[in-house]
Structure formats: C-alpha cells, structure tokens
C-alpha cells in the first residue's frame, strides 16, 4: 500500500544509511512503493507545509566551544534542502579531476592533508572544473563508499579550499574580508576552522555565507 498521508516532508538528502537504504533517493521510491515509512529515517520530523523545515538538519548538539575548549564565531549549516554545507576542495594533482573523469553525481574519496585533517572524507560532488581541477562537494557518510566499492574515484589527498552554506551565529556573525574561526556543521573531530569570509548574503532562509583560505589550528 502506498503512502496517501498529506504530509509534505521529503528526505532530507544525507544519504545516512540509517533507514536501511543506501541514498535518501531510494528511501522515497520505497517510501512510495509502502515499502518503508517516514519514521523509518531518523531525520523525520512531521511538520504540515514545509517540504523541509530547517530543524531537519540541525539534529547535531553544538555549544560553544570545539573538543579543545576554543570559541568559534559560528557554525557553518547546508544550505536548504542540500545534506550538508557545500565543501570546496583540489586534488594534490588538479589534473586528476579531469584524468579520472570526475563528474557531477560521482562519489570521491580522500584526506585533507593540506589543511593537517586526519579524517578521510566521502564527497559527493555537485561541480568539476576541468580547468582548475576544483571540486565542489557535499560530504557524505563512509557507507556509501562500502556499498559503492569500484565506484569511488580516489583522490587520495587534497586542499580545502572553501566552505559554503548557512551561518549560525555562535560568539560573532560572519563578517566580510575578516578571518574568523567556525565549525563546519557535522564536523567530525568538532575541531574549529579559520577561514576568510568572502561572502555574506542576508536570505529569508539564513546568512548564506562563504570562507576560504581553510586552515585548522
């Protein structure tokens, strides 16, 4: 029996794992083939016109400081309706995004070495540049990259270049042309990073804000 309930949530795009299929696009052609529920994600939340109210992706718990004790100014959320906040990155080798192929939709593997992170990430990329061998991305849970097996293009090690999303303001609102420290929501290690802010945009939906120039201290 399919769903036939009015309301409007979808899922919200981690790709998590946890509902027992392997990407939030499989979840919703089960949920509409009765095959599973809404309560079966864990990031459910039933709340009548609003396709995806923002607390579905502030389902961490944040203070104020990092696993060090150090104060950020704020905390970088995904944009709407994205998993996670957009994660900009170069290979070691930029050739090797247009060598391997990489496309919007594919899943790559590696390490930010570059700014001394010792967490190997799963992106799902949303741009490739051939040119300059930038990718940008959305991380991903490691399932993914246990299921997919062969289909995961490895990097092995890369820059971060830049972050991209929401800004929840903690101790400071993000600020123009100023380095500040933040924390990338879901950041594994919840270890603060300093970027540059190159973009504040005020939006009915948040402070759509950009940093780059990443380093973590």
């Avoid at 309301?7 to 790709?15: L, R, S, V, Y």
């Avoid at 027992?20 to 990031?43: H, I, N, Q, V, Y």
């Avoid at 090797?96 to 990489?102: A, H, R, S, V």
């Avoid at 380095?179 to 300093?194: D, I």
């Amino acid at each position: 029996m399919k769903n036939t309930d009015t309301d409007e949530w979808i899922p919200p795009g981690k790709n998590c794992g946890a509902c027992g299929a392997s990407t939030c696009e499989e979840f919703a052609r089960m949920l509409a083939e009765g095959k599973k529920e809404k309560p079966d994600c864990p990031f459910y939340r039933k709340s009548p016109g609003l396709k995806n109210p923002p607390e579905t992706i502030l389902t961490a718990n944040y203070g104020d400081r990092d696993i060090h004790g150090d104060p950020f100014d704020f905390i970088l959320h995904p944009l709407p309706r994205e998993p996670s906040a957009r994660k900009i990155v170069l290979p070691f080798r930029p050739d090797m995004t247009e060598k391997l192929e990489i496309k919007k939709g594919d899943l790559v593997l590696g390490r930010p070495t570059g700014a001394g992170c010792p967490v190997q990430h799963v992106l799902s990329v949303i741009e490739a540049d051939y040119l300059t061998g930038l990718l940008t991305c959305h991380v991903v849970s490691p399932l993914l990259a246990r299921e997919k097996g062969d289909e995961i293009k490895s990097i092995s090690a890369y820059h971060i270049i830049g972050f991209e999303g929401i800004a929840q303001t903690i101790n400071k609102e993000p600020e123009f042309g100023r380095r500040q420290k933040f924390l990338p929501g879901f950041c594994m290690m919840n270890l603060a990073h300093a970027g540059v802010v190159n973009m504040v945009l005020e939006n009915s939906y948040g402070i759509h804000t950009r940093v780059e120039d990443i380093r973590i201290w």
